[in-house]
Structure formats: C-alpha cells, structure tokens
C-alpha cells in the first residue's frame, strides 16, 4: 500500500520561507515521479513544480519560478518543496503525488495515483 505523508505546512510571513516535505511509503523499491499541486478556495487546483521518474527533470509552475525549488531525498525516498520569497497569493493547501511510473507531462494532476493528505500554507502580513 503506497502512502504520501505531507508534513511542514503553516504560516509565514510575506518574504518568508517554508519547505514541505513529502513522504513516499510502500514501494518504497520502485522509483517515482511526483509533483506538488495546490488549490486555493474558490480556485481550481494549479501545478507547482514536479520531479521526473528519472529525478533529472523538474518543471515549475510560471507563478512559483526563481521562488521554489523541488529537490528528492532517493535514500528516503522524500521530495521536497522550498517556499522561498512567498507572496499572500501562495496561500493554499498543496499536495502532493505520485506515480509509480514515468510521466511525460508532470504538470497534470490527471496521470497521478496516489496523493497526499494535503497541507495548509497560509502567507500573512
């Protein structure tokens, strides 16, 4: 049974920095692509940034480039997403997911099967 475990989500101020991290359990032997999502009230749900199958590849959403970074912990089978220079507009509960296979377009959450819980980011003044 494949699990996603988010964790480091809260508030920030405007400026500031936070970084989410997201495990994956189960098939734990398997390599992976994942990528982060996020939806705002009210909004549809919008790419953030994503990590090939291969780990070479990352791709970020036109909102978040030179702000966020996506990086992967392979011995622990852990992605990572760095919320740097956040803007009120961040404010967003984002997920993670995962696919046990390759995907060509890792900014659509159609081809991914497993999600995270979700994790409130709020960015205040």
């Known amino acids: 049974q494949v699990q996603l475990v988010e964790s480091g989500g809260g508030s920030v101020q405007i400026g500031g920095s936070l970084r989410l991290s997201c495990a994956l359990s189960g098939r734990t032997s398997s390599p992976y692509t994942m990528s982060w999502f996020r939806q705002a009230p009210g909004k549809e749900r919008e790419f953030v940034a994503g990590?090939?199958?291969?780990?070479?590849?990352?791709d970020y959403g036109d909102s978040v480039k030179g702000r966020f970074t996506v990086s992967r912990h392979n011995a622990n089978n852990t992605d990572y997403l760095q919320m740097n220079s956040v803007k009120p507009e961040d404010t967003a509960v984002y997920y993670c997911?995962?696919?046990?296979?390759?995907?060509?377009?890792?900014?659509?959450?159609?081809?991914?099967?497993?999600w995270g819980q979700g994790t409130q980011v709020t960015v205040s003044s």
């Open positions: 990590i090939s199958w291969s780990g070479s590849i990352t």
């Open positions: 997911a995962a696919a046990l296979k390759p995907i060509a377009t890792i900014s659509s959450g159609q081809y991914f099967t497993y």
